[in-house]
């Protein structure tokens, strides 16, 4: 089973993540059996055989994908996910910001893809509370050490999901080095 | 100048553990050559032609003498014992190995100074007026605004992968001395009509490729709005800024593309969720950063030093050095001093350690401990006491830093070029050499008065070439150096983005062809007119006639 990093511990996961291969027509693709995240054409175009497997189908966005086309499902998603097809692409860090303050999303907001270690506080800091590194990029011993990432900075200047008072507002400062 | 509170300091001193971590895990191979590249990137490390290129920030520009010999120190014990200040107003060292950058940010980080975010595609240092706080002309302090969106862009988790880079620029006097219409963000603090202070917001400007002046998307955001608006314009760009392509991935582009109403339109938009909100700006803390600025204990004095005035009388190069490199100050009894990091045969904007050293040394005695750098290469002790200008003189004229060319033709503007990056096209500081030599006669040069000639080896334009009067870029023909020019650029409340004369030229050929864009500006110019505003009047024709005309012949020479 896949490593997860949820809420700062590792943790199994079972769930299989769906990819859309170039050519492939989202009506088309059959959703394999348990608890599967589709990307969101596929969750658009087969709205009814996934409301008949509720809470076994998950969304994923990619970063061009704008997080209000899924507002009124958020109720009934058992998470969502966001996609870093690059580490680079920051598009999906908005994203998140987004569904956590504009969208008020408190389900498990994971990020996949690229999601390597040295991101994680970013992306904690955006609302993501799940981390799912691509497969087989860290062994065990690797992923333990990359929690510590989690804690990079521990006052950081800006309000963010996490902190949501800029530094200023949060503690008296002034009080020399 | 800003010192350090506990938070500040705990930030740089965990970014530098970060980093070391970051770096010892590439060097162990855990870390990919692509994973590692933006980390480095994000701490000012390149990977340059002859070895890495460490870029250290030096937050709008201000310094103090104690940083300066720590960075004295470091090119000394990891370098070759200079560095070159950047027209970002950064500091660039050119030998540093790689697994030494970590224990430099270590240094760095006990005298308050860091990396962080001199390159990459996040927010880059906060650059500013060299004079802020000094200057007659000046309306509001630009320097705790900086320090402000320093600290607020400092790692912020959603804007640490932008489509590209982004540079914001912030001016407080009635004269631009920022280029602020030349950054993805320019702030222009102004006063509106109940005296509110506020910012006057530009955006999508920008040099490089395709340089573009900034346009006004607000002509007055209150203060206590600055960072959430700002954040507002960074939310649209990192979701729409293009990222398929690296050349079109500025926000200038995305401003062009949507138009400047849409883009205000989508802006105000995310604003409305964000104004008035936790980010919204404190009078307490604009007031704890602010007097870190407060003025120095300036001394009580008459306007006028008769001391100087008579050495001004008696000795001509120091009244020549007096008018080019000293500045009035709003200070009865004081002036602001430019360092000149122009002299002939030295790359500009290159300085030694022991220079450096001095300049500390004169920075404690004469200017209350601080300097400033300036986005043209150079220094600048800005609260001097004219009783003290003559010594200093002597000192920095002894030191090779008291060359009395400020603002002319020679204070060339000059990007590292293809001696040191890898980006160049060509070479730019052997140019930059080659036309200092040709004008080397000062009567002269004070003759052709006000120019600025910029110089890139690239499109990146990290010589400003498109704002200089006369703009050289390097371009890359079949393999050898060309060099393209361009005239009637102009930085400050003016800006103007240079047009190309013609073909480009041979290197041998560029002290020539500068001559004959001199030489046509004084057969024309009226009285009081610099090369710039002439070139406004007349247009390009009367400079290519010249050039070009009286260059068919040679030019077979050259060709062969
Ligand atoms: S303008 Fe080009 S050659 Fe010059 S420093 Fe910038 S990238 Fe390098």
Same mark, same amino acid.
């Given at each position: 089973m896949?490593?997860?990093?949820?809420?700062?511990?590792?943790?199994?996961d079972?769930?299989q993540?769906?990819?859309?291969g170039?050519?492939?027509?989202?009506?088309?693709?059959a959703?394999?059996a348990?608890?599967v995240?589709?990307?969101l054409?596929?969750w658009?175009?087969q709205?009814?055989?996934?409301?008949a497997?509720?809470?076994e189908?998950?969304?994923w966005?990619?970063?061009s994908d704008d997080?209000?086309?899924?507002?009124?499902?958020?109720?009934?998603?058992?998470?969502?996910?966001?996609?870093?097809p690059? %580490?680079?692409?920051?598009?999906g860090?908005s994203s998140? *910001? +987004?569904?956590?303050?504009?969208y008020? /999303? !408190?389900?498990?907001?994971?990020?996949?893809?690229?999601?390597l270690?040295?991101? %994680?506080?970013?992306?904690?800091?955006?609302?993501?509370? *799940? +981390?799912?590194p691509?497969?087989?990029? /860290? !062994?065990?011993e690797?992923?333990?050490r990359?929690?510590?990432s989690?804690?990079?900075f521990?006052?950081p200047?800006?309000?963010?999901v996490?902190?949501t008072e800029?530094?200023?507002?949060?503690q008296?400062r002034?009080?020399a080095? | 100048?800003y010192?350090?509170?506990?938070?500040?300091?705990?930030?740089v001193?965990?970014?530098?553990?970060q980093?070391?971590?970051?770096?010892h895990r590439?060097l162990?191979g855990?870390?990919?050559?692509?994973?590692?590249?933006?980390?480095?990137?994000?701490n000012?490390?390149?990977?340059?032609?002859?070895?890495p290129?460490?870029?250290i920030?030096i937050?709008?520009?201000?310094?103090s003498?104690t940083?300066?010999?720590?960075?004295?120190?470091i090119t000394r014990?990891y370098d070759?014992g200079?560095?070159?200040?950047s027209?970002r107003?950064n500091?660039?060292?050119?030998w540093?190995?790689?697994e030494?950058?970590?224990e430099?940010l270590?240094?760095?980080?006990?005298?308050q100074?860091h990396?962080?975010?001199?390159?990459?595609?996040?927010?880059?240092?906060?650059t500013?007026?060299?004079?802020?706080?000094v200057?007659?002309?000046?309306?509001?302090?630009p320097?705790?605004?900086?320090?402000?969106?320093?600290?607020?862009?400092?790692?912020?988790p959603?804007?640490?992968?932008?489509p590209?880079?982004?540079?914001?620029?912030?001016?407080?006097?009635?004269?631009?001395?920022?280029?602020?219409?030349?950054?993805d963000?320019?702030?222009?603090?102004?006063?509106n009509?109940e005296?509110?202070?506020?910012?006057?917001v530009?955006?999508?400007?920008g040099?490089?490729?395709t340089p573009?002046?900034?346009?006004?998307?607000?002509p007055?955001v209150p203060?206590?709005?600055?960072?959430?608006?700002?954040?507002?314009?960074?939310?649209?760009?990192?979701?729409?800024?293009?990222r398929?392509?690296?050349?079109?991935?500025?926000?200038?582009?995305?401003?062009?593309?949507?138009?400047?109403?849409?883009?205000r339109?989508?802006?105000?938009?995310?604003?409305i969720?964000?104004?008035d909100?936790?980010?919204?700006?404190?009078v307490?803390e604009?007031?704890?950063?602010?007097?870190?600025?407060d003025?120095?204990?300036?001394a009580t004095l008459?306007a006028d030093?008769?001391?100087?005035?008579?050495k001004?009388?008696?000795?001509k190069?120091?009244?020549?050095w007096?008018?080019?490199n000293?500045?009035?100050?709003?200070?009865?009894g004081?002036?602001?001093?430019?360092?000149?990091?122009?002299k002939?045969g030295?790359?500009?904007?290159?300085?030694?350690?022991?220079q450096?050293?001095?300049?500390?040394?004169w920075?404690?005695a004469?200017?209350?401990?601080e300097?400033?750098?300036?986005h043209?290469?150079?220094?600048?002790?800005?609260?001097v006491k004219?009783?003290?200008?003559?010594?200093?003189?002597q000192?920095?004229r002894?030191?090779?830093?008291?060359?009395?060319?400020?603002?002319?033709?020679?204070?060339i503007?000059?990007?590292?070029?293809?001696d040191?990056?890898?980006?160049a096209n060509?070479?730019?500081?052997?140019?930059a050499?080659?036309?200092q030599?040709?004008?080397?006669?000062?009567?002269?040069?004070?003759d052709?008065?006000?120019l600025?000639?910029n110089?890139?080896?690239?499109?990146?334009?990290c010589?400003h070439?498109?704002?200089?009067h006369?703009g050289v870029?390097?371009?890359?023909?079949?393999?050898?150096?060309?060099?393209?020019?361009t005239?009637?650029g102009?930085q400050?409340?003016?800006?103007?983005?240079?047009?190309v004369?013609?073909?480009?030229?041979?290197?041998?050929?560029m002290?020539?062809v500068?001559?004959?864009?001199?030489?046509?500006?004084?057969?024309?110019?009226h009285?009081?007119?610099?090369?710039?505003?002439?070139?406004?009047?007349?247009?390009?024709d009367?400079f290519?006639?010249?050039?070009?005309?009286?260059?068919q012949?040679?030019r077979k020479v050259?060709?062969g």
């Amino acid at each position: 089973m896949a490593k997860l990093i949820k809420n700062g511990r590792i943790v199994s996961d079972d769930w299989q993540i769906v990819l859309l291969g170039e050519d492939g027509r989202a009506e088309d693709l059959a959703l394999p059996a348990g608890k599967v995240i589709v990307p969101l054409s596929v969750w658009q175009a087969q709205r009814e055989p996934i409301a008949a497997r509720q809470g076994e189908i998950a969304v994923w966005l990619d970063g061009s994908d704008d997080p209000a086309q899924i507002v009124a499902d958020l109720a009934a998603l058992p998470l969502v996910a966001i996609r870093f097809p690059k %580490f680079t692409d920051g598009r999906g860090y908005s994203s998140a *910001a +987004l569904l956590r303050t504009r969208y008020g /999303y !408190t389900g498990e907001l994971r990020a996949i893809g690229e999601v390597l270690r040295d991101q %994680f506080q970013a992306f904690t800091r955006c609302g993501f509370d *799940a +981390l799912q590194p691509a497969q087989d990029r /860290y !062994t065990d011993e690797q992923l333990e050490r990359a929690l510590a990432s989690l804690g990079d900075f521990s006052a950081p200047y800006q309000r963010s999901v996490t902190e949501t008072e800029p530094l200023f507002r949060r503690q008296q400062r002034g009080l020399a080095a | 100048m800003y010192r350090y509170d506990a938070y500040d300091q705990r930030n740089v001193d965990e970014r530098v553990a970060q980093f070391r971590d970051q770096t010892h895990r590439y060097l162990a191979g855990e870390l990919s050559e692509d994973e590692y590249r933006p980390l480095r990137l994000q701490n000012g490390l390149y990977i340059q032609r002859q070895a890495p290129m460490l870029r250290i920030a030096i937050p709008y520009g201000n310094l103090s003498s104690t940083q300066l010999r720590k960075l004295a120190a470091i090119t000394r014990k990891y370098d070759k014992g200079y560095g070159h200040f950047s027209t970002r107003q950064n500091l660039q060292l050119n030998w540093p190995a790689l697994e030494n950058v970590p224990e430099i940010l270590a240094e760095l980080a006990t005298v308050q100074m860091h990396a962080i975010q001199t390159s990459g595609n996040c927010i880059r240092n906060v650059t500013s007026d060299p004079f802020a706080g000094v200057a007659g002309d000046e309306i509001i302090d630009p320097r705790p605004w900086c320090e402000i969106l320093r600290q607020w862009s400092s790692f912020h988790p959603e804007f640490t992968h932008l489509p590209r880079k982004f540079k914001i620029a912030v001016n407080g006097a009635e004269h631009d001395r920022a280029v602020i219409q030349a950054h993805d963000i320019g702030l222009d603090l102004v006063k509106n009509a109940e005296g509110a202070i506020g910012f006057r917001v530009l955006v999508g400007g920008g040099l490089g490729r395709t340089p573009v002046i900034g346009k006004e998307i607000s002509p007055f955001v209150p203060w206590q709005h600055l960072l959430t608006y700002c954040e507002s314009i960074l939310r649209v760009y990192n979701r729409h800024g293009r990222r398929d392509n690296l050349y079109k991935a500025r926000i200038k582009i995305l401003v062009n593309a949507l138009g400047i109403e849409e883009f205000r339109r989508q802006v105000e938009e995310e604003w409305i969720h964000h104004k008035d909100g936790p980010g919204t700006l404190t009078v307490d803390e604009v007031h704890r950063i602010a007097d870190h600025f407060d003025d120095p204990a300036y001394a009580t004095l008459p306007a006028d030093d008769l001391g100087f005035e008579q050495k001004r009388v008696e000795n001509k190069p120091f009244a020549a050095w007096v008018k080019r490199n000293v500045r009035s100050h709003k200070q009865p009894g004081y002036a602001a001093v430019v360092l000149s990091l122009k002299k002939t045969g030295v790359a500009p904007g290159d300085i030694t350690a022991e220079q450096m050293d001095l300049v500390a040394d004169w920075a404690d005695a004469h200017a209350f401990g601080e300097l400033r750098v300036t986005h043209e290469q150079n220094l600048v002790l800005a609260d001097v006491k004219k009783s003290d200008l003559f010594a200093l003189w002597q000192k920095a004229r002894d030191a090779g830093l008291a060359t009395p060319n400020i603002g002319l033709l020679t204070d060339i503007i000059c990007c590292p070029g293809g001696d040191f990056c890898n980006l160049a096209n060509a070479k730019s500081i052997p140019i930059a050499e080659a036309i200092q030599r040709r004008f080397d006669d000062l009567d002269y040069l004070y003759d052709i008065g006000e120019l600025e000639l910029n110089i890139s080896g690239c499109m990146n334009a990290c010589g400003h070439h498109h704002v200089g009067h006369i703009g050289v870029l390097g371009v890359d023909k079949n393999g050898s150096e060309w060099y393209q020019v361009t005239i009637g650029g102009d930085q400050g409340n003016d800006a103007a983005i240079g047009k190309v004369i013609g073909r480009a030229f041979a290197a041998a050929e560029m002290p020539d062809v500068i001559a004959k864009l001199i030489e046509t500006y004084i057969d024309n110019r009226h009285e009081d007119e610099r090369f710039v505003d002439t070139v406004r009047r007349i247009g390009l024709d009367p400079f290519k006639t010249r050039v070009y005309g009286e260059q068919q012949t040679q030019r077979k020479v050259v060709n062969g």
